[in-house]
């Protein structure tokens, strides 16, 4: 639970040009993980004990944060962040704030599940950015509001024990608690700002609600699928094909660079458990021009099991929601799309029900976790 690697102090004054030019920031072993705090999986910062410069909202911006040098208004500084005010001692005698003094926001995670790593984002706070960050989680069933997270009753676990960060830089922290987790405390030390927050880890569902559901989509992330690899990552992350919803854009989907030989493209899925497939859509939206020309899935049972064809390769149309019913159903952990010969797909999705072995396997992690 330590910062990997550690950036400390002030960045320099911004001098003109390119803001991300002295920007510190490494390659992070988690980030192949999913962002819990997706505002597409429905993360939300709920509560913030001070947010005078800059909204807590902005914590959760997809996008990178942005600079512009003369955005002012009458607080200040307008910062693409979360900001507080000056902390301040109680007295003459003692203008400066005790070492318990503290800003906090609240965030609700997407998707429960384990974290295993959080990047705390001090872009362009060169100046103005805390002095060390904590970070807690706790696991509370339901909507509970934020006078009912901060109750006395409420357990809440070190995730990153406070720490000294930098200034614009990516400060990143791996964390190693086995437990799922369904909101975040995030404490900046004395005060200050942060620009983004990210909060890596693997989706744990709750059996009970997916149960009721009956058929769902059981490779879709929030349902606790997950991308495990594919064969090219060159224009956008191939997570993007199992996020809620249907794609707004072309970069919310997935497309390769173009191939230049004979091969073709691929992405690998873990499911959510072992299920029973019976539909399929793949879907091109707004990948007019560089959709995949064809598409065959296959899936497989077990780590060792043999991938088995559930869609012979199939011609797709450009921008199109393509549905298709299977004849019998197919039973797998693990699923594959291969695109022929590259382009992109925007989503997959894969409807049918979890058998009864899926059903024991997901409840049992899901209590083990502490669900």
């Known amino acids: 639970m330590t910062a990997i690697p550690s950036f400390t102090g002030d960045a320099n004054p911004y001098g003109g040009g390119d803001p991300y030019a002295d920007y510190r920031t490494a390659d992070f072993p988690f980030t ?12 939300g910062v709920i509560a913030a004990n001070d947010e005078f410069f800059a909204q807590r909202e902005n914590l959760l911006v997809p996008e990178r944060a942005e600079f512009d040098p003369e955005h002012f208004g009458h607080k200040g500084k307008i910062m693409d962040g979360w900001e507080t005010r000056r902390r301040r001692g109680a007295s003459a005698e003692h203008p400066w704030p005790t070492a318990e003094d503290h800003d906090w926001a609240l965030v609700r995670l ?3 599940g384990v974290i295993r790593g959080i990047v705390v ?10 002095q060390a960050v904590s970070v807690e989680g706790t696991s509370v069933p339901g909507s509970p509001s934020p006078e009912e997270l901060l109750g006395d009753d409420v357990k809440w676990t070190a995730l990153v024990p406070r720490t000294p960060v930098g200034g614009h830089a990516a400060n990143g922290f791996e964390v190693s608690v086995e437990q799922r987790f369904t909101h975040l405390r995030v404490n900046q030390h004395p005060d200050g700002g942060i620009a983004r927050l990210r909060v890596y880890g693997e989706v744990v569902p709750d059996p009970e609600w997916l149960e009721v559901l009956g058929t769902f989509d059981v490779v879709a992330l929030e349902n606790g699928g997950r991308a495990e690899d594919a064969s090219n990552l060159f224009y956008s992350p191939a997570s993007n ?3 809620p919803g249907r794609s707004r854009k072309m970069d919310d989907g997935w497309e390769t660079r173009r191939r230049r030989d004979q091969g073709h493209d691929w992405i690998r899925y873990r499911l ?6 019976r539909a399929l859509e793949i879907d091109t939206a707004y990948l007019k021009g560089n959709s995949a020309g064809w598409a065959s899935v296959s899936v497989k049972d077990g780590e060792d099991g043999e991938w ?8 797709l149309q450009p921008d199109t929601n393509h549905r298709f019913v299977l004849p019998d159903p197919a039973v797998g952990t693990h699923a594959r799309v291969d695109i022929f010969p590259d382009g992109g797909i925007s989503r997959l999705r894969l ?14 992690r899901h209590q083990e976790l502490g669900g």
């Open 308 to 315: 088995r064809e559930i869609l012979p390769r199939t011609r």
């Open 272 to 277: 959510a458990a072992q299920a029973q497939v």
């Open 110 to 112: 997407g998707a429960p």
């Open 351 to 364: 409807f049918g029900s979890l058998t009864q072995e899926g059903t024991s396997r997901l409840a049992a």
């Open 121 to 130: 984002d001090t872009a362009h706070f060169r100046g103005n950015y805390p």
């Open 241 to 243: 094909t199992i996020q």
């Open 32 to 43: 192949q993980y999913a962002n819990l705090a997706d505002r597409r999986l429905g993360a």
